[in-house]
Nanobody, 114 residues
């Protein structure tokens, strides 16, 4: 059974930082591309950042220079370091694993507010 479990969300003030983690099980982690997406009520889920099995990264323009995606294949975990957070980063953040199939986590809430 495939499981992606996100953690690390919470409430943070504008300008602050959070580090999200996504622990994967039930898949061969190192061959999967991994990604972080986010969604706010009434809007479509949008890409935040992706990292290929080879370590190539891609970012949405809105987070470039502020967020960093990384992966630890030994720990079957992908991370999203979020710095200089803004109120518009408030969303539920989801982890995705992609290879032959796509798998999603349950999401973790990130709220940026003073």
């Amino acid at each position: 059974q495939v499981q992606l479990v996100e953690s690390g969300g919470g409430l943070v003030q504008p300008g602050g930082s959070l580090r999200l983690s996504c622990a994967a099980s039930g898949i061969i982690f190192n061959i999967h591309a991994m990604g972080w997406y986010r969604q706010t009520p009434g809007k479509q889920r949008e890409l935040v950042a992706t990292i290929t099995s080879g370590g190539t990264t891609n970012y949405a323009d809105s987070v470039k220079g502020r967020f960093t995606i990384s992966r630890d294949n030994a720990e079957n975990t992908v991370y999203l370091q979020m710095n200089s957070l803004k109120s518009e980063d408030t969303a539920v953040y989801y982890c995705k694993a992609s290879w032959l199939n796509n798998y999603w986590g349950q999401g973790t809430q990130v709220t940026v507010s003073s």
